[in-house]
């Protein structure tokens, strides 16, 4: 499956972004899905996963609270909504998906082009 992800872009510390995973071909049902990131100098973190259809969700310490993972299965998409943003959340966000088991930092069979967060302080 191929992922795409979008949504996004510069913002002040505290304030939102939405993220959206989509796939060009075929079809995320049955996948288990997640966002990673990567921040320059760091290791890929694991931010948020959510099973299939959707009822089992977990998410990193660190964005506990200010992050939700959701999944839209009608329309073959995976957001992460992102409230409170904070400087240290600046990194290369990635779509990632697995059939086989919950997606972690390090294991996924499938991922997408990240898109760049950026928050300003």
């Known amino acids: 499956v191929q992922l795409q992800a979008s949504g996004g872009g510069l913002v002040q510390a505290g304030g939102s972004l939405r993220l959206s995973c989509a796939t060009s071909?075929?079809?995320?049902?049955?996948?288990?899905m997640g966002w990673i990131r990567q921040a320059p100098g760091k290791e890929r973190e694991f931010v948020a996963g959510i099973s299939w259809p959707g009822r089992n969700k977990n998410y990193a310490d660190s964005v506990k609270g200010r992050f939700a993972i959701s999944r839209d299965n009608v329309k073959n998409t995976v957001d992460l909504q992102m409230n409170s943003l904070k400087p240290e959340d600046t990194a290369i966000y990635y779509c990632?998906?697995?059939?086989?088991?919950?997606?972690?930092?390090?294991?996924?069979?499938?991922w997408g082009r990240g898109t760049q967060v950026t928050v300003s302080s």
């Open positions: 990632a998906a697995d059939r086989r088991a919950p997606v972690t930092s390090t294991g996924a069979a499938f």
């Open positions: 071909e075929g079809t995320l049902s049955y996948y288990y």
